[in-house]
Protein backbone atom coordinates (compact mmCIF):
# COMPACT_ATOMS: atom_id res chain seq x y z
CA UNK A 1 0.00 0.00 0.00
CA UNK A 2 1.23 3.23 -0.95
CA UNK A 3 -0.17 6.53 0.65
CA UNK A 4 -0.56 9.69 -1.54
CA UNK A 5 1.55 12.52 -1.18
CA UNK A 6 4.95 10.33 0.46
CA UNK A 7 8.05 10.28 -1.29
CA UNK A 8 10.17 7.12 -1.76
CA UNK A 9 13.70 8.22 0.23
CA UNK A 10 16.80 8.30 -2.83
CA UNK A 11 19.60 5.89 -2.42
CA UNK A 12 22.81 7.34 -2.93
CA UNK A 13 25.24 5.11 -4.49
CA UNK A 14 28.82 5.57 -2.84
CA UNK A 15 31.41 5.96 -5.31
CA UNK A 16 32.81 2.46 -6.93
CA UNK A 17 36.51 1.76 -4.65
CA UNK A 18 39.34 1.78 -7.14
CA UNK A 19 40.60 -1.78 -6.08
CA UNK A 20 43.57 -1.16 -8.18
CA UNK A 21 44.74 2.12 -6.24
CA UNK A 22 43.57 0.03 -3.14
CA UNK A 23 46.04 -3.01 -3.81
CA UNK A 24 48.85 -0.61 -5.05
CA UNK A 25 48.71 0.88 -1.34
CA UNK A 26 48.68 -1.97 0.50
CA UNK A 27 51.70 -3.34 -2.02
CA UNK A 28 53.37 0.17 -0.95
CA UNK A 29 52.75 -1.09 2.87
CA UNK A 30 53.79 -4.44 2.67
CA UNK A 31 57.54 -3.21 1.11
CA UNK A 32 57.85 -0.62 3.58
CA UNK A 33 57.22 -2.54 6.62
CA UNK A 34 59.90 -5.38 5.02
CA UNK A 35 62.30 -2.15 4.57
CA UNK A 36 62.29 -1.22 8.01
CA UNK A 37 61.67 -4.65 10.27
CA UNK A 38 63.50 -7.93 9.17
CA UNK A 39 64.07 -11.15 10.49
CA UNK A 40 66.29 -11.10 13.57
CA UNK A 41 65.25 -7.77 14.87
CA UNK A 42 64.18 -6.19 18.11
CA UNK A 43 60.94 -4.43 18.11
CA UNK A 44 58.72 -3.01 20.30
CA UNK A 45 54.90 -4.18 19.81
CA UNK A 46 53.18 -1.31 22.15
CA UNK A 47 50.89 -3.93 23.97
CA UNK A 48 53.56 -6.36 24.86
CA UNK A 49 56.79 -4.20 24.75
CA UNK A 50 59.84 -5.38 23.47
CA UNK A 51 59.99 -8.83 20.92
CA UNK A 52 62.05 -10.72 18.80
CA UNK A 53 61.32 -11.20 15.03
CA UNK A 54 62.35 -15.07 14.70
CA UNK A 55 60.71 -14.81 10.82
CA UNK A 56 58.65 -13.72 8.01
CA UNK A 57 56.64 -16.61 6.87
CA UNK A 58 53.99 -16.50 4.09
CA UNK A 59 50.57 -18.56 5.39
CA UNK A 60 47.10 -19.10 3.66
CA UNK A 61 44.68 -17.54 5.28
CA UNK A 62 41.20 -17.49 3.90
CA UNK A 63 42.56 -18.63 1.00
CA UNK A 64 45.00 -15.83 0.49
CA UNK A 65 48.56 -15.83 0.84
CA UNK A 66 49.46 -13.26 3.65
CA UNK A 67 52.93 -12.25 5.06
CA UNK A 68 53.48 -12.06 9.16
CA UNK A 69 56.12 -11.06 11.15
CA UNK A 70 56.24 -14.28 13.52
CA UNK A 71 57.40 -12.17 16.77
CA UNK A 72 58.19 -13.77 20.15
CA UNK A 73 58.19 -11.95 23.51
CA UNK A 74 60.64 -14.47 25.56
CA UNK A 75 59.75 -13.20 28.68
CA UNK A 76 56.29 -13.67 28.81
CA UNK A 77 56.38 -17.09 26.57
CA UNK A 78 54.22 -15.60 23.81
CA UNK A 79 54.60 -15.71 20.06
CA UNK A 80 52.43 -13.41 17.81
CA UNK A 81 51.90 -13.02 14.09
CA UNK A 82 51.57 -9.88 12.81
CA UNK A 83 50.66 -9.13 8.81
CA UNK A 84 53.52 -7.39 7.51
CA UNK A 85 50.97 -4.90 5.96
CA UNK A 86 49.93 -4.10 9.28
CA UNK A 87 52.76 -3.61 11.21
CA UNK A 88 52.77 0.06 11.35
CA UNK A 89 49.08 0.12 11.68
CA UNK A 90 49.29 -1.51 15.05
CA UNK A 91 51.78 0.88 16.11
CA UNK A 92 55.10 -1.59 15.54
CA UNK A 93 58.27 0.22 15.73
CA UNK A 94 62.43 -0.26 15.74
CA UNK A 95 63.66 0.08 19.31
CA UNK A 96 64.17 3.79 20.62
CA UNK A 97 67.62 5.35 20.10
CA UNK A 98 69.67 5.85 22.78
CA UNK A 99 68.76 9.68 22.77
CA UNK A 100 64.96 9.06 23.37
CA UNK A 101 66.10 6.53 26.26
CA UNK A 102 68.20 9.27 27.61
CA UNK A 103 64.75 11.29 27.67
CA UNK A 104 62.79 9.10 28.99
CA UNK A 105 65.72 9.02 32.15
CA UNK A 106 65.38 12.53 32.25
CA UNK A 107 61.90 12.18 32.80
CA UNK A 108 62.08 9.89 35.62
CA UNK A 109 64.50 12.75 37.12
CA UNK A 110 61.20 15.40 37.38
CA UNK A 111 58.45 15.75 39.73
CA UNK A 112 55.87 13.52 39.82
CA UNK A 113 52.81 14.84 38.98
CA UNK A 114 49.74 13.16 39.86
CA UNK A 115 46.39 14.42 39.37
CA UNK A 116 43.56 14.86 42.11
CA UNK A 117 41.26 12.93 39.71
CA UNK A 118 39.66 9.88 40.95
CA UNK A 119 41.79 6.45 40.71
CA UNK A 120 39.75 4.55 38.34
CA UNK A 121 40.46 7.45 36.04
CA UNK A 122 44.14 8.23 36.25
CA UNK A 123 44.43 4.36 36.13
CA UNK A 124 43.12 4.13 32.99
CA UNK A 125 45.74 7.03 31.87
CA UNK A 126 48.23 5.73 33.08
CA UNK A 127 47.29 1.87 31.29
CA UNK A 128 47.15 3.95 28.06
CA UNK A 129 50.64 5.32 28.62
CA UNK A 130 52.06 2.02 29.02
CA UNK A 131 50.46 0.18 25.91
CA UNK A 132 51.35 3.41 23.37
CA UNK A 133 54.69 1.60 23.92
CA UNK A 134 56.11 5.51 24.01
CA UNK A 135 59.16 5.02 26.64
CA UNK A 136 59.10 8.94 27.54
CA UNK A 137 55.02 8.24 28.22
CA UNK A 138 56.04 5.26 30.55
CA UNK A 139 58.69 7.07 32.31
CA UNK A 140 56.05 9.47 33.01
CA UNK A 141 54.00 6.62 34.95
CA UNK A 142 57.09 5.34 36.53
CA UNK A 143 57.47 8.95 37.94
CA UNK A 144 54.32 9.37 38.99
CA UNK A 145 53.22 6.39 41.00
CA UNK A 146 56.98 5.74 42.41
CA UNK A 147 57.30 6.06 46.47
CA UNK A 148 60.48 6.75 48.51
CA UNK A 149 61.24 5.56 51.71
CA UNK A 150 59.68 7.94 53.51
CA UNK A 151 56.63 8.27 51.45
CA UNK A 152 52.98 6.14 51.86
CA UNK A 153 52.91 2.71 50.65
CA UNK A 154 51.61 2.18 47.25
CA UNK A 155 48.04 0.53 46.94
CA UNK A 156 47.88 -3.04 44.97
CA UNK A 157 46.52 -1.51 42.07
CA UNK A 158 49.22 1.24 42.27
CA UNK A 159 51.61 -1.22 42.57
CA UNK A 160 50.47 -3.12 40.08
CA UNK A 161 50.64 -0.36 37.42
CA UNK A 162 54.35 0.82 38.63
CA UNK A 163 55.17 -2.68 38.37
CA UNK A 164 54.11 -3.34 34.78
CA UNK A 165 55.59 0.12 33.57
CA UNK A 166 58.88 -0.54 35.49
CA UNK A 167 59.35 -3.71 33.92
CA UNK A 168 58.16 -2.13 30.28
CA UNK A 169 61.00 0.35 30.30
CA UNK A 170 63.38 -2.02 31.58
CA UNK A 171 63.08 -4.35 28.92
CA UNK A 172 63.54 -1.90 25.97
CA UNK A 173 66.45 -0.27 28.00
CA UNK A 174 68.39 -3.52 28.43
CA UNK A 175 67.56 -4.07 24.42
CA UNK A 176 69.11 -0.43 23.75
CA UNK A 177 72.11 -0.65 25.73
CA UNK A 178 72.58 -4.63 25.08
CA UNK A 179 72.56 -5.35 28.91
CA UNK A 180 70.40 -8.11 30.85
CA UNK A 181 67.44 -6.81 31.90
CA UNK A 182 67.93 -6.80 35.72
CA UNK A 183 70.95 -4.26 35.15
CA UNK A 184 68.43 -2.41 33.52
CA UNK A 185 65.95 -2.42 36.33
CA UNK A 186 68.63 -1.41 38.89
CA UNK A 187 69.74 1.81 36.48
CA UNK A 188 66.09 2.44 36.54
CA UNK A 189 65.47 2.33 40.32
CA UNK A 190 68.68 4.57 41.13
CA UNK A 191 67.99 7.07 38.89
CA UNK A 192 64.47 7.22 40.51
CA UNK A 193 66.32 7.33 43.93
CA UNK A 194 68.70 9.90 42.75
CA UNK A 195 65.98 12.51 42.18
Excluded: C
Excluded at 145 to 172: G, K, M, T, W
Amino acid sequence: MVRKGVEKPEVIKAPPINAKLAAKQKAKEHAEALQEFGAKDYIVYPTHGVGFIQAVERQEIAGMHVDLFVITFEKDKMTLRVPVSKAKHVGMRKLSTPKIMDSALATLKGRARVKRTMWSRRAQEYEAKINSGNPVSIAEVIRDLHRSANQPDQSYSERQIYEAALERLARELAAVEKIDEQAATERLEKVLKAA
